[in-house]
Nanobody, 125 residues
Framework: QVQLVESGGGLVQAGGSRRLSCAASGLTFKTYTMGWFRQAPGKEREFVAGMRWNTGSTKYSDSVKGRFTISRDNTNQMIYLQMSSLEPEDTAVYYC??????????????????WGQGTQVTVSS
């Protein structure tokens, strides 16, 4: 049974930083492209960042490029999202997701096979 469990959400002031973590189990982690998505109230879930399973190449949405960094630890089956210079517009539930095996970085939610339950990030102004 595949499980993705996010942690690290909370309340942060604008301009601050936060690191989200996602622990994966039940899948051959090193063969899966991993991604972070977010969903704000009343909005569709959107792609934030992704990291390819083999090359480690990354992709970011324009809204977070230069502020967020995705990373992964294949040994411990973890992915991370380091968020800096946070803005109120970053307030959302953040989800980690797995696409694979052997997929490139994709931005569509339909391409991802497994999802975590989400963690709330609230940025106050």
């Amino acid at each position: 049974q595949v499980q993705l469990v996010e942690s690290g959400g909370g309340l942060v002031q604008a301009g601050g930083s936060r690191r989200l973590s996602c622990a994966a189990s039940g899948l051959t982690f090193k063969t899966y492209t991993m991604g972070w998505f977010r969903q704000a109230p009343g909005k569709e879930r959107e792609f934030v960042a992704g990291m390819r399973w083999n090359t480690g190449s990354t992709k970011y949405s324009d809204s977070v490029k230069g502020r967020f960094t995705i990373s992964r630890d294949n040994t411990n089956q973890m992915i991370y999202l380091q968020m800096s210079s946070l803005e109120p517009e970053d307030t959302a539930v953040y989800y980690c997701a797995a696409a694979g095996p052997f997929k490139p970085v994709v931005v569509s939610t339909s391409e991802y096979d497994y999802w975590g339950q989400g963690t709330q990030v609230t940025v106050s102004s």
